[in-house]
């Protein structure tokens, strides 16, 4: 709470910032390590929340398609990790874990409110005094390629009654890349908004889908289009997909249609003001690439992107991976 909000104006900065330097830096601990007790119900609720993710289907097909598009690579990793990695977790391994992180690991303070910009440091640098440093650590970066590896479809088998479709895309741009800002509108045209193409055309006219609609990774450089589909429309859904991005790539869309898009998504950054913790994640996304675009700088370059840059940023776009999840064998057919 805002410290002019608060009974009789008192400060609240202060013991909030020293609580959340608490839960940091002296967590409980039992003869000088964290507690056995402690850690062994948090690697149980995280092992139930690895077991978790295949309940809601639509987010299993995506962290699928993920897996399997970036085998080998640490972005392919969930970010629970895996079943048999968090078995292995221990008091030992944590609390080691724990000690490595504080003077190694790079920590972004991020806060919205009325405080001045030097209330905060000297608020922050109380709370975390006991915080040992070795210096600012260099982060790996993330690697990203333009050109998918050879076309790839996997299909996995389980008791549903609805497939899904997920298709992985390679954009050749991240956010740091000059045609980010048309890489945004060409993806709310293509299936990012209610007015796009997959929206208005796979879903509506064709009724080939339960919902479909494309989503950008602005760090890796991917675009998803993901789909709940009838197990007999999967293959029409996946050709009509590829139908409506080549009209994109081939400049086969209205003024308006496009004027639609680039409102969006100008609408998107410029309303991020009203809600904190979509500021956070701009800004935290922001702090990985180091560079410092306000929303409001964002969306006026949206509101310059052009038909050809679109059509540009479309034709760049790689199909690399096709991933559907289906019924099991032999009763797709029963309701």
Not at 28 to 43: C, I, K, P, Q, S
Not at 189 to 217: H, I, M, Q, W
Not at 258 to 283: F, G, H, I, K, P
Request: with cysteine; glycine share 8%.
């Amino acid at each position: 709470m805002d410290d002019g909000l608060t009974p009789e104006k008192t400060s609240l900065l202060d013991r909030e910032a020293e609580l959340l330097g608490d839960l940091l830096l002296r967590p409980a601990t039992r003869n000088g390590r964290l507690r056995a007790d402690y850690v062994t119900g948090e690697r149980a609720n995280l092992m139930d929340d690895i077991k978790s993710v295949v309940n809601d289907k639509r987010q299993y097909a995506l962290r699928r398609l993920v897996e399997e598009m970036c085998a080998g690579e640490d972005f392919g990793v969930s970010r629970l990790g895996s079943l048999a990695a968090a078995e292995k977790i221990n008091v030992t391994r944590l609390d080691r874990h724990y000690r490595q992180l504080l003077p190694a690991a790079q920590i972004e303070l991020y806060y919205c409110g009325s405080a001045s910009p030097r209330r905060m440091e000297l608020v922050w640098r109380e709370a975390l005094r006991d915080l040992p440093r070795q210096g600012r650590p260099e982060l790996p970066l993330t690697r990203w390629r333009v050109e998918p590896g050879e076309r790839r479809a996997v299909t996995d088998r389980l008791d549903v009654t609805q497939g899904k479709l997920v298709m992985g895309f390679r954009t050749g741009c991240t956010l740091s890349g000059r045609g980010y800002p048309a890489l945004v509108v060409a993806n709310a045209l293509f299936g990012g908004t209610p007015t796009s193409k997959l929206f208005l055309n796979v879903r509506e006219r064709l009724s080939l889908c339960y919902y479909a609609s494309s989503g950008l990774d602005k760090h890796k450089g991917l675009l998803y289009v993901q789909c709940g589909v009838a197990f007999d429309n999967l293959e029409r859904a996946e050709e009509e997909i590829l139908r409506q991005l080549a009209a994109v790539q081939a400049g086969d869309f209205t003024d308006g249609e496009l004027d639609a898009a680039r409102r969006a998504m100008v609408r998107a950054y410029r309303t991020m003001a009203d809600n904190q913790s979509v500021q956070e994640d701009y800004w935290l996304s922001q702090s990985l690439t180091e560079i410092w675009l306000a929303p409001q700088e964002l969306a006026r370059l949206l509101e310059d992107v052009t038909r050809e840059e679109v059509i540009q940023a479309a034709r760049k776009l790689r199909l690399d991976t096709v991933y559907t999840l289906r019924g099991l064998e032999g009763e797709e057919a029963q309701p």
